[in-house]
């Protein structure tokens, strides 16, 4: 247990994060992926919003309006998270009473009584059933519904490197893809508020803890938003496999800010969004399949974004450092 990093204090809603960073062949496919249909995602959470009428004189209904969601926190690794960023309450946490004990779980009763959050141990057929996946790892846990990340604050960083999501349905690749974008210092990610998976149980357990750390905000429609990062002056990049050039010859200046634009499997950039991005790029493929499943495509693309950046500083360190 040598080394385990100390929970901050709470410190309220995230909001535009601070970090910085920073060959040719067969083209991917549209989107760089490969070939489920886009869907419209089932039981994505919502949270309650404005009211509504139903006519002159009717009754008044609540309308739902999704939020981010990530009130169930499924999986070790994303409880512990959770639990170490300390941003947002947590009710409780639920553990089977049959795991064999590791440093982990270790780690998340420690934290829990540092943060007195009420732990509950029960049997794993009842965990079970409280949980919404299958992968659940033992452990479960409750809180606050994710805050949104604003996203004018987004786009005011000068060093933004942001990652816009165009129409991605299927949980398990938002999660993939929120964890790349983590561990690639993305600064923050814009999720479409409709036709569009939010943080569900399966999301918050293959990010293992992203969700806890990458600024979110959700925009009213993408097309719009790239109008938007457009007019900022971000550079914006559509990662579609017809592009006439490859990810790793993208021609601007992407030291500066940036944005990715990914579309959904199989169906890539919807129309209005290949139309606005300011230019496209594809990864090349150089074995015998032409696509590549869109978190993939994205862990590709957020890297070699790295990698350049990461070029451009040594280099431009090297020369001032002989001047």
Do not use: W, Y
């Not at 786009?155 to 938002?174: E, K, Q, R, S, Y």
């Not at 409709?194 to 999301?203: D, Q």
Request: hydrophobic residues 40%; aromatic residues 2%; glycine residues 12%.
């Amino acid at each position: 247990m040598s080394g385990r990093r100390q929970p901050k204090r709470r410190q309220g809603g995230s909001g535009a994060s601070g970090r910085t960073n920073s060959g040719k062949g067969r083209r991917a496919t549209s989107g760089a992926v490969g070939g489920s249909p886009r869907a419209r995602q089932a039981g994505a959470p919502a949270n309650a919003g404005s009211s509504g009428s139903s006519g002159a004189g009717g009754p008044r209904r609540k309308r739902s309006r999704k939020g981010l969601g990530g009130d169930q926190v499924e999986g070790r690794q994303a409880v512990r998270e959770l639990l170490l960023a300390d941003k947002r309450r947590v009710k409780e946490v639920l553990l089977v009473d049959d795991v064999a004990e590791s440093e982990i779980l270790v780690d998340i009763r420690d934290l829990a009584n540092e943060l007195s959050v009420p732990l509950r141990v029960m049997t794993r057929r009842r965990l079970s059933a409280e949980a919404a996946t299958e992968s659940h790892q033992g452990v479960v846990a409750r809180a606050e519904p994710l805050a949104e990340a604003d996203f004018d604050r987004l786009l005011d960083d000068p060093a933004a490197f942001l990652l816009v999501l165009d129409g991605i349905t299927d949980p398990g690749n938002l999660g993939a893809m929120l964890r790349t974008a983590e561990c690639a210092g993305v600064t923050g990610v814009v999720l479409g508020r409709h036709r569009s998976a939010h943080v569900s149980p399966t999301v918050t357990k293959t990010a293992a803890g992203a969700v806890e750390h990458v600024p979110m905000a959700m925009a009213p429609g993408i097309p719009a938003a790239i109008l938007e990062l457009n007019k900022r002056e971000i550079l914006t990049v559509g990662l579609d496999g017809g592009a006439s050039h490859s990810i790793f010859d993208l021609p601007g200046p992407i030291d500066g800010p940036i944005a990715l634009v990914l579309g959904a499997e199989g169906a890539g950039l919807s129309r209005l969004v290949r139309e606005r991005v300011a230019t496209t790029a594809s990864i090349p493929m150089a074995g015998r399949l032409n696509s590549l499943n869109v978190a993939m495509a994205t862990a590709v693309a957020c890297f070699e974004i790295v990698r350049s950046r990461t070029d451009r500083s040594m280099r431009q360190s090297d020369g001032r450092t002989r001047s």
